[in-house]
T-cell receptor, first 112, second 116 residues
């Protein structure tokens, strides 16, 4: 099992550009989430999904879109990048309620 | 809304000694889960230990144990026989029981440095 994979590992964008952060898991997990990590603030939930076709907003959803067409994939789209979106982004998945969340290796995004 | 507070931004400990990291949380829920995650310099998030609030017994995993005080809403992590590989950022996290989507609320983290 590869676990949770994320691409790219690093990305630099200019303000106003759009891009998609990819996340995939091969553990057949229903629950998937996107978090951002900023210095001094821990991780904050952006969007989450409880299965294919079902997504919802987390704590900091503005400026991001998600969709979940398959169990395996959960991409995060930045519509128009802003410097405030400079952060490290983590994708996570879990099997069931209250279970361990498995995290991907993260994507470091810089918006100039 | 739930909040998680880690009051120690940085800690250091000598190799082979014991260190305790503090975590408090605020919730009106009775059933929930608590976690400690470790993030080494590689940036990978690794589960250290998990506690279910309805269980009185404190969770342990080898050299890692917790002191779960439900009434005080406290969830500290004790690391015994500290090793250089324990150097990392440690995050305390909270999840409500029955939470749609398995949403974690994280504290700001504590940087732990193990010295030789």
């Amino acid at each position: 099992n590869a676990g949770v994979t994320q691409t790219p590992k690093f990305q630099v964008l200019k303000t106003g550009q759009s891009m998609t952060l990819q996340c995939a898991q091969d553990m057949n997990h229903e629950y998937m989430s996107w978090y951002r990590q900023d210095p001094g603030m821990g991780l904050r939930l952006i969007h989450y999904s409880v299965g294919a076709g079902i997504t919802d907003q987390g704590e900091v959803p503005n400026g991001y879109n998600v969709s979940r067409s398959t169990t395996e994939d959960f991409p995060l789209r930045l519509l128009s990048a802003a410097p405030s979106q400079t952060s490290v982004y983590f994708c996570a998945s879990s099997y069931d309620e209250g279970n361990e969340q498995y995290f991907g290796p993260g994507t470091r995004l810089t918006v100039t | 809304a739930q909040t998680v507070t880690q009051s120690q931004p940085e800690m250091s400990v000598q190799e082979a000694e014991t260190v305790t990291l503090s975590c408090t949380y605020d919730t009106s829920e009775n059933n929930y889960y608590l976690f400690w995650y470790k993030q080494p310099p590689s940036r990978q998030m690794i589960l250290v230990i998990r506690q279910e609030a309805y269980k009185q017994q404190n969770a342990t995993e080898n050299r890692f144990s917790v002191n779960f005080q439900k009434a005080a809403k406290s969830f500290s992590l004790k690391i015994s026989d500290s090793q250089l590989g324990d150097t990392a950022m440690y995050f305390c996290a909270f999840m409500k029981h029955g939470e749609y989507g398995n949403k974690l609320v994280f504290g700001a983290g504590t940087i732990l440095r193990v010295k030789s």
